[in-house]
C-alpha cells in the first residue's frame, strides 16, 4: 500500500519558527503502519524537533534500510532528500554521502533487525568513523514485515506470537556503541515525547554519530510480558490463524517517566515495562561508569532512559581525515581529476 499525501492547507493563525514554516512543513505522507504503533509517535517526536529546530527542508537528508521502521522517512518533512536503501546498509550509504557532500543533516531511521542483524557491520563501522549522523534505532524486538519473528534485540525468555521463548541473549545497541567508542548514545520510549524531542534536538545538534535507540512498540507482534520492548497479541489469539494480519485498533500508549526515577507503564496486554531516567548527578562523559551504572540498572529489569554518553571533544570522519572544508560534491571536476600528470607526480612521493 503507498502512502497517501497530507493536504498542506493550514489555518492561518497557526504558529511559525523561525524560518517561517509550520508544523505541518515537516510532515510527509499519510502513514501506513498499524494503529497505535510507536514508530509513528517517533515519527511525531521528529517533526516537532525539526520544526523547533527551524531547520531548512532542503538540508535535511533522510536514509534507512528495510522494516517497518524504514517506512518512517516518508512521513516527515517532505521537503528533504531522501534515499531508501537495501536491507541493512543504510549506514554505509550515509557514510558515502556524508564523504560527499557534509554540509547537509543527515538523519538514518532503522530497526533493530535492520541494525543489529544484516546490518550490526555498516552500524559498527560508521560509529567507528564518527560519521555525523542521527541514527535512530525504532526498537520493538521483532521483525514486523515477516510476521513477528525474534530480533536480534529480543530479551532471553520472550515469548513469540506462536508461543516459543527466545534462548538467545539480546544485543544492546547502547552497550555496543559503548563499546565501540560511540560518541553520543541515548535511549527513550516513544510514547514519552516530553523525553525524546529533546533527545533528537540534542542528537541533531551533536558534531560526529548520535545514536538514539527508541524503545517503539509493536502492536501487532511483540505483546509479551516481561518484554523490555514492546508487546505481542495475548496467547488467547495466537491460534485465530484467521486472525494472524488482523490489527485491532489501540490506543497509543504515552507515559511521563520522571526526572529521578522510574515509571511503569502497562502494555495492551497487561504487561508491564519499567523505564528508569538518569539520576541527579549522573555523568554522561564518564565511559566506564555509564557502562557499569547500565549493566547494574539491567540487572534490576530497568530500562534506563535519557541521553546516556556524549563525547564533544571526539572528531567527526571529516575531521578525522582532514577533507575539504567545501563538500566535495561542489568541488570542481578539474580539481577532483586533475590529470595523469598530477597522479605521476603523487606516485613518485609513494615510491
Known amino acids: 500500500m503507498s502512502s497517501i499525501p497530507k493536504p498542506i492547507a493550514v ?98 531511521i532503522s530497526g533493530d533487525g535492520d541494525s543489529l542483524s544484516i546490518g550490526l557491520g555498516q552500524l559498527g563501522h ?7 549522523l542521527v541514527y535512530l534505532i525504532e526498537n520493538n524486538g521483532v521483525y514486523g514485515l515477516t510476521k513477528g519473528q525474534f530480533s536480534a534485540s529480543a530479551d532471553i525468555g520472550s515469548k513469540a506470537k506462536r508461543g516459543e521463548a527466545n534462548a538467545l541473549p539480546p ?32 542528537a541533531v545538534a551533536h558534531r560526529g554519530f548520535a545514536l538514539v535507540d527508541v524503545i517503539s512498540p509493536c502492536v501487532t507482534f511483540n505483546d509479551h510480558e516481561g518484554s523490555t520492548k514492546s508487546y505481542l497479541f495475548t496467547r488467547q489469539h495466537e491460534f485465530k490463524v ?15 517517566i520522571p526526572a529521578d526515577g522510574t515509571a511503569s507503564v502497562t502494555m495492551h496486554d497487561g504487561g508491564r515495562v519499567r523505564f528508569r531516567s538518569v539520576p541527579t548527578g549522573y555523568d554522561p562523559t564518564d565511559r566506564q561508569s555509564v557502562r557499569s551504572y547500565l549493566q547494574e540498572r539491567h540487572n534490576e529489569g530497568e530500562v534506563v ?47
Not at 126 to 132: D, G, H, Q, T
Not at 179 to 191: D, E, I, K, Q, Y
Not at 242 to 256: C, G, K, L, N, Y
Open 305 to 351: 532512559t535519557g541521553l546516556l554518553y556524549v563525547d564533544e571533544s571526539s572528531q567527526d570522519v571529516h575531521e578525522l581525515n582532514n577533507t575539504s572544508e567545501e563538500p566535495l560534491a561542489r568541488v570542481p571536476y578539474s580539481q577532483l581529476c586533475p590529470g595523469a600528470a598530477e597522479l605521476a607526480k603523487l606516485q613518485e612521493t609513494l615510491r
Open 171 to 202: 544485543i544492546d545497541p547502547i552497550m555496543l556503541g559503548l563499546s565501540l567508542g560511540a560518541t553520543f548514545l541515548a535511549r527513550s520510549f516513544s510514547g514519552d515525547k516530553q523525553q525524546l524531542i529533546p533527545i533528537l534536538k540534542a
Open 242 to 256: 484467521t486472525e494472524s494480519d488482523f490489527v485491532p485498533p489501540e490506543a497509543e500508549i504515552r507515559a511521563t
Open 126 to 132: 560508521a560509529i567507528r568513523r564518527n560519521v555525523k
Open 11 to 108: 489555518h492561518p493563525s497557526v504558529q511559525r519558527n523561525s524560518l517561517g514554516l509550520t508544523m505541518r512543513d515537516y510532515e510527509g505522507t499519510m502513514s501506513t503502519l498499524c494503529a497505535g504503533c510507536g514508530h509513528d509517535s517517533v515519527t511525531a517526536a521528529l517533526v516537532h524537533a525539526l520544526w523547533e529546530l527551524a531547520v531548512p527542508p532542503h538540508i535535511i537528508a533522510k536514509l534507512s534500510g528495510i522494516g517497518c521502521s524504514s517506512k518512517t522517512p516518508s512521513y516527515f518533512v517532505r521537503g528533504a532528500h531522501g534515499l531508501n536503501t537495501v536491507h541493512g546498509r543504510m549506514a554505509a550509504i550515509a557514510t558515502g554521502a556524508n564523504a560527499a557532500n557534509r554540509d547537509l543533516l543527515y538523519i538514518g
